[in-house]
T-cell receptor
Framework: DSGVTQTPKHLITATGQRVTLRCSPRSGDLSVYWYQQSLDQGLQFLIQYYNGEERAKGNILERFSAQQFPDLHSELNLSSLELGDSALYFC???????????????FGEGSRLTVL | DQQVKQNSPSLSVQEGRISILNCDYT??????FLWYKKYPAEGPTFLIS?????DKNEDGRFTVFLNKSAKHLSLHIVPSQPGDSAVYFC????????????FGKGTLLTVNP
């Protein structure tokens, strides 16, 4: 158990719909990262938040947005869903403050999104 | 442009033998490298890492080697055990204020009893 909790574990929805994925980081971790894993692909970095503020952005589509709340949990919002958005979405957390970064991220079990 | 490449999608070895998983990278700004292991229906878990100032790091049965001139790293598992069967991801970071990891596509390791 990594200590990172993601909900829901599975989600099936239709094209054009909007979904929200939720992540609770490990206790004490200030950084939350979102990654997408599509079929036969590695984990693609989407976005990182540190203590409520956006810290880094990767290949995140404009239809996707995220935020980190004061209690440090994070939500990833996916809108106008397309078939190609079907993937595993992982959340990870780390302490990740300047000078303490070791690169070790703690991953949740992922949310599997299926768009029909 | 894939900056971290794992060219072998799968590898099969016998229990007790050595498993060698390879990874190549193209971004010379990467200075920290990690290996993650992933079992089905679970998230990736950290296995071992190496900084670019080193060429080897060892942790029990796991050793990571880094060849900066070749932009190549490898993970050695000795001896391999059936429980090591999983997907192994290589990842890299350029450190500093850029905390994001760039992952390869993974190698599925199967250790046969």
């Amino acid at each position: 158990d990594s200590g990172v909790t993601q909900t829901p574990k599975h989600l099936i929805t239709a094209t054009g719909q909007r979904v929200t994925l939720r992540c609770s980081p490990r206790s004490g971790d200030l950084s939350v990262y979102w990654y997408q894993q599509s079929l036969d692909q590695g984990l693609q970095f989407l976005i990182q938040y540190y203590n409520g503020e956006e810290r880094a952005k990767g290949n995140i589509l404009e239809r996707f947005s995220a935020q980190q709340f004061p209690d440090l949990h994070s939500e990833l919002n996916l809108s106008s869903l397309e078939l190609g958005d079907s993937a595993l979405y992982f959340c990870a957390s780390s302490v990740a403050s300047a000078g303490l970064y070791t690169g070790e991220l703690f991953f949740g079990e992922g949310s599997r999104l299926t768009v029909l | 442009d894939q900056q971290v490449k794992q060219n072998s999608p799968s590898l099969s070895v016998q229990e007790g033998r050595i498993s060698i998983l390879n990874c190549d990278y193209t971004n010379s700004m990467f200075d920290y490298f990690l290996w993650y292991k992933k079992y089905p229906a679970e998230g990736p878990t950290f296995l071992i890492s190496i900084s670019s100032i080193k060429d080897k790091n060892e942790d029990g049965r796991f050793t990571v080697f880094l060849n900066k001139s070749a932009k190549h790293l490898s993970l050695h598992i000795v001896p391999s055990q059936p429980g090591d069967s999983a997907v192994y991801f290589c990842a890299a970071s350029s450190g500093g204020s850029n905390y994001k990891l760039t992952f390869g596509k993974g190698t599925l390791l199967t250790v046969n009893p």
